[in-house]
């Protein structure tokens, strides 16, 4: 029976048969990978095959094969295919994964620089599952120290092509995105006390735990948007979590900058809706404003944004320093392939010369060849004259003594 690989197991596979089944069965197909299509072994085959004559056989065959196709073409290959949800993951480093019914990784794109550090060029998040994916993205993060005591904040916003099935899918994500930030805190944890072990006790170990507590108080946020918002905000270049905060931030503060949200961390602008919404946001009892009142707002006004000003240095900074270390690794890669190309034109070099002498020392081999075989030649030539000569004087002797005896007689 045919099936579709949805998921890999170890040394087991999860398949879609043709009835809609999913079977968890023993890896004996080297090489397949999900979404591969496999032949299954029926285990009452047997007892079917007895029951039904060879042509009764042959057309049971025939009408399988006919609806696997139908089932294959119509549903099973597309329903793989095809993304139907598609998440942000906002720490700073913003990440979209686009998912299939399967919740199966299609799809992965880096919407700015800091998430390009991330993923990479992204195809080791294809066919994942995304507890899989989040997982190792987290992990990533963690190592290259975007999640840290100032940026301690994730943002998960999900949208699908039916708007009805983000909302219930904001519960199932934020179950996901704690357990596997569980995960991946508690792997970090015991790396770095395998690392304070090895170490000398005393600062260094204050360090590492005070960084695990910075750790645990990473927050997840999970927020659900629309089909139309992800379009918008494909349009924006923008991430739809970042889309909803801008939204969100523009009613209380009308003159934020778009390419501010961009570059900000997701808890930065969490904390400015915070510090921004009592004061700003008109309640349904309000008085006139007093000059007092007028200065203290604006002296407000003024720090916040002196507030993302210096904030948005210090992350140029950081994008200068990753930038300058990114060209200097690029330089360092370049001159290691030059050495190499060098190397490797040496070595073809040598080989072409070395091939020469062979070559020439072949020829001088030949032509001594062919001028030992003249010389035998020329030999045989002079020994085969020197044989007729010295037959002719055999012959002649012979015959002087022949007629010697003639005259005799």
């Excluded at 979209?96 to 800091?114: K, M, P, Q, T, W």
């Excluded at 629309?226 to 970042?242: D, L, N, P, V």
């Excluded at 930065?268 to 349904?284: N, R, S, V, Y």
């Excluded at 020439?360 to 085969?384: I, P, S």
Aim: net charge positive.
């Amino acid at each position: 029976m045919k099936a579709i690989v949805v998921d890999i197991d170890g040394d087991y596979l999860i398949v879609a048969n043709s009835r809609g089944d999913f079977i968890r069965i023993y890896n004996d197909y080297p090489g397949c990978q999900v979404g591969d299509e496999i032949t299954v072994r029926e285990t009452k085959a047997g007892f079917f095959g007895s029951m039904l004559s060879s042509f009764a056989k042959k057309k049971a065959l025939v009408v399988a094969a006919c609806f696997m196709l139908m089932l294959i073409t119509s549903y099973g290959v597309y329903g793989y295919l095809n993304p139907v949800t598609y998440v942000t993951i906002d720490i700073n480093p913003s990440v979209e994964f686009s998912l299939n019914r399967y919740d199966l990784v299609r799809d992965v794109c880096a919407l700015n620089e800091d998430g390009k550090i991330i993923i990479g060029d992204g195809r080791e998040y294809k066919n994942m599952k995304f507890d899989k994916a989040l997982n190792l993205l987290l992990s990533r993060a963690v190592e290259a120290e975007f999640l840290n005591e100032d940026a301690n904040t994730v943002m998960l916003t999900v949208s699908s092509v039916k708007d009805s099935t983000s909302s219930n899918k904001k519960q199932q994500l934020q179950e996901i995105a704690e357990k596997q930030l569980h995960k991946v805190i508690e792997r970090e944890e015991e790396s770095s006390s395998l690392r304070t072990e090895q170490a000398t006790k005393g600062l260094a170990t204050e360090e590492t735990s005070a960084q695990g507590t910075n750790k645990r108080s990473i927050k997840i946020i999970v927020e659900n948007t629309t089909y139309e918002k992800h379009q918008e905000a494909k349009r924006m270049a923008i991430s739809q979590g970042k889309l909803v905060l801008y939204e969100k931030l523009k009613r209380v503060k009308p003159d934020v900058a778009l390419e501010h949200i961009k570059e900000t961390p997701v808890g930065q602008i969490l904390k400015e809706l915070e510090k921004i919404g009592p004061k700003d946001k008109p309640g349904p009892e309000s008085r006139p404003s007093t000059n007092r009142d007028d200065k203290r707002q604006g002296n407000d006004k003024k720090e916040v944004m002196n507030h993302g000003q210096l904030h948005s240095e210090k992350i140029r900074e950081q994008k200068d320093h990753r930038s300058e270390q990114m060209e200097k690794i690029q330089k360092e890669q370049k001159n290691k392939i030059k050495d190499k190309i060098k190397e490797v034109n040496e070595k073809i070099k040598d080989a072409k010369d070395q091939l020469k002498e062979a070559l020439k020392e072949t020829r001088e081999k030949g032509k001594d060849l062919k001028e030992e075989k003249a010389r035998k030649k020329e030999n045989t030539n002079e020994k085969g004259k020197q044989k007729e000569k010295s037959n002719d004087n055999r012959k002649s002797k012979q015959w002087d003594k022949e007629s010697k005896y003639r005259r005799k007689d």
